[in-house]
């Protein structure tokens, strides 16, 4: 784990730690059971391509849970991730690598709390964002 | 506008539909495949030593996962009704369009959660390949002491 990060370190457009993911099928068969979520189109390749798509595709609820992973990352112990809003917008594939990033875009106090709101976005090797996204988290302080 | 299905009242008659509430018990097992599944080395997800000696006292979910399944009888009970319904109004094929989740508090192992899903709304909007339609649903979450853990909201895109 990373060390603590403290809301005085954030400045408002710095990126975060980016986070890599090397989606396979295994890790698309191993979401669907930690998820439940057993639609075809993410293991089975002719149910997928008989409903119009070159292949499998990566869940978007898992490219979620991958950025919610680079919130929890960052925040560290000490900070909670508050909100996450992710659009599922363009297909991934097992076999590319994705990359997981984000950037902030504003920080302020509220109520007591220490507020950092971000700017999340999955991107693959094309670097397109198919999934963008924003987050709200809270960050301990060193004052 | 292009010609293309339109809402029906069939439809339109769900918005505001509930589900029946899901009972989820959050299990240290459930919590454990979900970070090997996502393949997050985080010992707050993980490690009993390490979260008894943290703030959480316990295993705590990693964000956006609120217990198994994460696709439920209760909420998708609801929103196979929608799917059928939209089927039959011309918009068969289906895809995740997205998920918001707001946290009001950590969701710890042995946490016994209830949730109930709401239709929020059901639009329909013309894309790149024709029409589609979004379905929003709504679930709020609320753990064995009563407090409100979490507010999701989810968006089912059928085309």
């Known amino acids: 784990m990373a060390k603590q990060v403290y809301y005085e370190d954030v400045e408002e457009g710095m990126e975060i730690p980016s986070l890599a993911k090397d989606v396979t099928t295994q890790q698309l068969v191993k979401w669907a059971g930690a998820s439940g979520d057993y639609y075809q189109i993410h293991y089975d390749k002719d149910f997928a391509q008989a409903t119009g798509l070159p292949g499998v595709i990566v869940h978007g609820r898992l490219k979620s849970s991958f950025l919610g992973q680079l919130l929890s990352d960052w925040v560290g112990e000490e900070g909670m991730v508050k909100k996450v809003s992710v659009q599922h917008r363009g297909m991934d594939f097992p076999g590319e690598q ?9 920080k302020h106090v509220q109520d007591g709390e220490h507020i950092v709101e971000l700017e999340i976005w999955t991107e693959n090797p094309r670097g397109e964002r198919t999934a963008p996204g924003s987050a709200v988290v809270a960050l301990p302080s060193r004052g | 506008m292009t010609q293309g299905p339109a809402l029906t009242d069939e439809v339109r008659a769900m918005i505001g539909a509930t589900s029946e509430p899901d009972i989820l ?14 393949e997050d080395p985080n010992p707050l997800f993980r490690d009993v030593e390490h979260a008894r000696n943290s703030r959480y006292g316990e295993i705590i979910c990693p964000p956006g996962f609120f217990g198994w399944p994460v696709k439920r009888s209760g909420r998708m009970g609801l929103t196979a009704k929608v799917r059928e319904a939209l089927a039959k109004a011309g918009y068969p094929r289906l895809l995740d369009g997205g998920v918001e989740y707001e946290c009001f508090l ?17 639009t329909e909007r013309e894309g790149k390949t024709g ?5 929003i649903t709504e679930t709020t979450y609320v753990n064995q002491n009563g407090d409100l853990v979490v507010k999701a909201r989810g968006t089912m895109i059928c085309r």
């Not at chain 2, 950590?106 to 059901?122: H, W």
């Open chain 1, 98 to 106: 994705m990359t997981c990033k984000g950037k902030v875009t504003k």
């Open chain 2, 25 to 38: 018990e959050v299990e240290r097992g459930a919590i454990r495949r979900y970070a090997d599944a996502i």
């Open chain 2, 106 to 122: 950590p969701i710890r192992a042995g946490d016994t959660l209830t949730a109930y899903s709401k239709i929020a709304d059901i």
């Open chain 2, 131 to 135: 029409k589609m339609t979004f379905t």
